[in-house]
């Protein structure tokens, strides 16, 4: 079975302080990877995704991550962390086929302070 | 399009009573998916649908659970009978198909219940 493992539980940073954020998964086949934003009390939501094509991928808000293949991680990225980046990030796989269904990994929340 | 609708937004429940959470998908969507988050086990993937056709139920608790959906509008999330360690978010999501690719997910605002 498919898993996602997001190494860092909670990160706390300082406004301007770059992020990033580490996502392993173990599937060997074709995979679709998403980034997930949840922030206080609300639902979740799409940062970027990939599915084929440039391994580095742009999202909302300035996030950007990294597909490297051979070492099965989909890594997310910030340069610059603001304060209204506080929230928790999810990182999710979707294996290419027929069933498709999606595996979270448990969630990393990031504080930012002021 | 108004995205994912879920009902209600609140529950507030007895222990022992039955509580069914409802939930409307994007129009188009053909994937429905129930999850639920707690502190404790944070999200995890109850029951999800494929074109109306339960896929994977294996993240069902037990028996006190049950999910339906009766056409491509409409979903339930039913729990008979209720336990206070149900208490938790519960969110709907749906998906549509795009050429061979699994698009994201799109998730609903969430019902959060609470079983005294």
């Known amino acids: 079975a498919q898993s996602v493992s997001q190494h860092n539980h909670h990160v706390i940073l300082s406004e301007a302080a770059s992020l990033e954020l580490g996502c392993n998964y173990s599937y060997g086949g074709t995979v679709n990877l998403f980034w997930y934003v949840q922030y206080p009390g609300q639902h979740l939501q799409l940062l970027l995704k990939?599915?084929?094509?440039?391994?580095l991928v742009k999202g909302i808000k300035g996030f950007e991550a990294e597909f490297i293949k051979s070492k099965f991680s989909f890594n997310l990225r910030k340069p610059s962390v603001q304060w209204s980046d506080t929230a928790e990030y999810f990182c999710?796989?979707?294996?290419?086929?027929?069933?498709?269904?999606?595996?979270f990994g448990d969630g990393t929340t990031l504080t930012v302070k002021p | 399009d108004a995205g994912v609708i879920q009902s209600p937004r609140h529950e507030v429940t007895e222990m022992g009573q039955e509580v069914t959470l409802r939930c409307k998908p994007i129009?188009?969507?053909?994937?429905l998916f129930w999850y639920r988050q707690t502190m404790m086990r944070g999200l995890e993937l109850l029951i999800y649908f494929n074109n109306n056709v339960p896929i994977d139920d294996s993240g069902m608790p037990e028996d006190r659970f049950s999910a339906k959906m009766p056409n491509a509008s409409f979903s339930t999330l039913k729990i008979q009978p209720s336990e206070p360690r149900d208490s938790a978010v519960y969110f709907c999501?749906?998906?549509?198909?795009?050429?061979?690719?699994?698009?994201?997910?799109?998730f609903g605002p969430g019902t959060r219940l609470t079983v005294l």
């Open positions: 990939y599915f084929s094509g440039d391994p």
């Open positions: 129009s188009g969507h053909n994937s």
């Open positions: 999501a749906s998906r549509g198909l795009g050429a061979g690719n699994y698009n994201e997910q799109f």
């Open positions: 999710a796989v979707t294996r290419n086929t027929n069933a498709g269904k999606s595996t």
